[in-house]
């Protein structure tokens, strides 16, 4: 195995070069909770975000809608980078998180809710994201830690699922850059070398 890995570092040098940058910035600390997202383009373009900011981990909560087929094409690959936890109740995937010392965080625009940009989401922080038509179930409103919306100016109430996933999470990313946190890999050195076996394989 480790003779067919130097083969393909030699083979395609910068493809391992991205691959070493990237997992040297995966924040594991910062994940995303997609409750019974329906719409495969939705889920598409949450997981490019994902991706984009160093989100290991997607957990995906589906109890009612049955979890959409993907397009490996329109995600740009981002889907084969990134970890999957399926759960069938929010009740576990919260219990879950919580045991890791996630804060959980639900979109919901609701009076007692704060604005992203008052998060502290240099925490480790699960970020919940609902249905496409009914938003988050009011189980998922009762059991996170805090209720979140972003600030609208106009005359819509809210932002498109996917559109409100990337705003949340490059405002995580915001913060973590300010904190220094892509500048050292928060994998341990361990962890480092499995993933880029496993990466390198892909």
Not at 164 to 189: I, K, N
């Amino acid at each position: 195995m480790f003779e067919k890995l130097e083969q393909l570092d030699l083979k395609s040098p910068q493809r391992t070069a991205k691959i070493d940058f990237a997992l040297q910035r995966r924040q594991p600390t910062l994940t995303v909770v997609l409750e019974n997202i329906h719409d495969p383009h939705n889920m598409n373009a949450i997981l490019r975000s994902c991706d984009a900011v160093g989100v290991m981990t997607v957990h995906l909560v589906y109890y009612i809608e049955e979890f959409p087929k993907l397009n490996h094409v329109t995600s740009s690959g981002a889907y084969k980078w990134i970890e999957y936890v399926r759960h069938t109740s929010v009740a576990s995937c919260f219990e879950k998180l919580h045991d890791d010392g996630f804060q959980i965080l639900a979109t919901k625009i609701e009076p007692n809710a704060k604005t992203i940009y008052d998060c502290d989401l240099t925490r480790p922080t699960a970020l919940v994201l609902g249905n496409e038509h009914r938003g988050v179930s009011e189980e998922v409103a009762r059991l996170a830690d805090e209720l979140i919306y972003i600030p609208m100016m106009g005359m819509a109430e809210s932002l498109n699922v996917s559109v409100a996933t990337a705003v949340a999470l490059f405002e995580a990313h915001r913060q973590r850059r300010e904190l220094g946190m892509y500048d050292a890999p928060q994998l341990s050195p361990e962890a480092l070398r499995s993933k880029r076996v496993e990466w390198l394989m892909k």
